[in-house]
């Protein structure tokens, strides 16, 4: 692990068998709320630390009660330590109340193609990130953003700076945001920053003009592949918005163009 | 719940405070292993007795080890009852090991449209029932297809028959396939048979030629809506296809054309 904000943000002491320390920072947080991701990605960690293999491959996450910042408890349950995935339930406590529970495939990605490889497409064309819009451009504070760089495409943000260089909204009606990202500090993206990259951009419903506050119940990241170094490029969008609910589905892409992950979050359409 | 065959064959009974009994039946199986979608509409049974709610919202499974036909214990711990959402650590046991886990996170599924409503596209136009393949025809015995009706469009199925009738294997190339699914009882269809629907096609990779056994190792199914009667319509494609392994995404739409489920898993491709 380098030696990276995101490592050190992300790190868990042992305290007993089966108990990890971690440190919530506020730093990995959208409008006061730490940032689901990020909270899987710690929790990955314990699960790679128990299981002693290298990689996350399959991570599903249910967010059960608002976490805050400061002290946790992570707590392991080996279920399964096997020869290619060992599996780990794994659950956030704060104040004696589990926040978020998880079970987590581990096991070593595959370090190079095998006789079949398929890919449905390739990564999206984007304009250069120095021609994309810096994605601070939303309706709360996003502490996240000093942490993580990243790059909106234009043609797809739901946000545009309007005449007097004042932020404006501009949803365009379609629930498809695409763009770069990639550690703030100029670190490399290691496996656990994907799930926490799955789950920065702007919800995808801004774009239909519903800017609240938008609550994931439940969150899945597969892990493919170990990312190069430098930008990801990713994409997220939406199949469907039916009685209050929506999914969003994300795909992440190395700087070598390789499809390094995937993930759908089940989440509640804000109300305010 | 109704008296369906599906009812049956996932039924529990609770034997404790958080402990239930099932039955593996043999006729939801493939191959000789029982379905993977099946184990989790068993699970999922067994949560919406603990929280009392009337749907599953996601279920996320992690299998762990093989499971066999026959008598099996279902443990459900109580992780958060909600007013809107609720979730509970369901786990499988045969012979004192676990063989599947899953998170189960239950609610009330959405009885009408809310203000915003969306999807990315209609459900696939599809030939009828009557001129699509029966999906029998595999590489092994299918029992599942006697108390399953699918029926495959044959411009996606990885099989043909032959100029003597025989069963021929004809990959297309594109790990796509689309297809109708009911109960073969001529029930209805409820929201934990789509657990078993989003899993019972063939693999999407017998179109890239791949025709072994394909190991499940996380299935996560997101129920949008309760079906309305009648058929279903399927359609599971893949993302990627490397270094041995494959992810194969399903989506389902109702007799309405009303999208009820989508999912998603990750397998390893067939050695054999």
């Given at each position: 692990?380098?030696?990276?904000?995101?490592?050190r943000?992300?790190?868990?002491?042992r305290?007993?068998?089966?108990?990890?320390?971690?440190?919530i920072?506020?730093?990995?947080?959208?409008?006061?709320?730490?940032?689901?991701?990020?909270?899987?990605?710690?929790?990955a960690?314990?699960?790679?630390?128990?299981?002693?293999d290298?990689?996350p491959?399959?991570?599903?996450?249910?967010f059960?009660r608002?976490?805050?910042?400061g002290?946790?408890?992570?707590e392991?349950?080996l279920?399964?330590?096997?020869?290619?995935?060992?599996t780990?339930?794994?659950?956030?406590?704060?104040?004696?109340?589990p926040r978020?529970d998880?079970?987590?495939s581990?096991g070593?990605?595959?370090?190079g193609?095998?006789?079949?490889?398929?890919?449905?497409?390739?990564?999206?064309?984007?304009?250069?990130?120095?021609q994309?819009?810096r994605?601070?451009?939303r309706?709360?504070?996003v502490?996240?953003?000093?942490?993580?760089?990243?790059r909106?495409?234009?043609?797809?943000?739901?946000?545009?700076?309007?005449?007097?260089?004042?932020?404006?909204?501009?949803?365009?009606?379609?629930?498809?945001?695409?763009?770069?990202?990639r550690?703030?500090d100029?670190?490399?993206?290691?496996?656990?920053?994907l799930?926490?990259a799955?789950?920065?951009?702007p919800?995808?419903?801004?774009?239909?003009?519903a800017?609240?506050?938008?609550?994931?119940?439940?969150?899945?990241?597969?892990?493919?592949?170990r990312?190069?170094?430098?930008?990801?490029r990713?994409?997220?969008?939406?199949?469907s918005?039916?009685?209050g609910?929506?999914?969003?589905g994300?795909r992440?892409w190395?700087?070598?163009?390789?499809l390094?992950?995937?993930?759908?979050?089940?989440?509640l359409?804000?109300t305010?």
């Amino acid at each position: 692990m380098t030696d990276s904000q995101f490592a050190r943000s992300t790190a868990v002491t042992r305290t007993g068998e089966s108990s990890y320390s971690a440190q919530i920072d506020d730093a990995w947080s959208i409008g006061g709320v730490p940032n689901g991701g990020y909270l899987l990605a710690i929790l990955a960690r314990a699960a790679l630390d128990t299981t002693g293999d290298p990689d996350p491959l399959v991570i599903s996450g249910h967010f059960t009660r608002p976490p805050g910042f400061g002290p946790a408890r992570v707590e392991v349950e080996l279920v399964k330590r096997g020869r290619q995935v060992s599996t780990t339930r794994v659950t956030l406590w704060q104040e004696d109340k589990p926040r978020l529970d998880a079970l987590i495939s581990t096991g070593r990605l595959p370090d190079g193609g095998s006789a079949l490889e398929w890919n449905d497409r390739p990564a999206p064309e984007l304009p250069p990130p120095d021609q994309c819009t810096r994605s601070e451009h939303r309706a709360f504070h996003v502490a996240l953003l000093d942490v993580v760089e990243e790059r909106l495409d234009p043609a797809t943000s739901p946000f545009r700076i309007g005449p007097e260089g004042k932020l404006e909204t501009a949803p365009n009606g379609d629930p498809t945001l695409r763009g770069w990202i990639r550690p703030g500090d100029g670190s490399d993206p290691d496996p656990v920053f994907l799930a926490l990259a799955c789950d920065a951009l702007p919800p995808t419903v801004f774009n239909l003009g519903a800017f609240g506050w938008t609550p994931t119940v439940e969150l899945t990241v597969i892990v493919r592949a170990r990312p190069a170094a430098g930008w990801l490029r990713t994409e997220t969008s939406s199949a469907s918005v039916t009685g209050g609910w929506f999914d969003e589905g994300c795909r992440l892409w190395d700087s070598t163009g390789r499809l390094v992950a995937q993930s759908r979050q089940l989440a509640l359409l804000g109300t305010g």
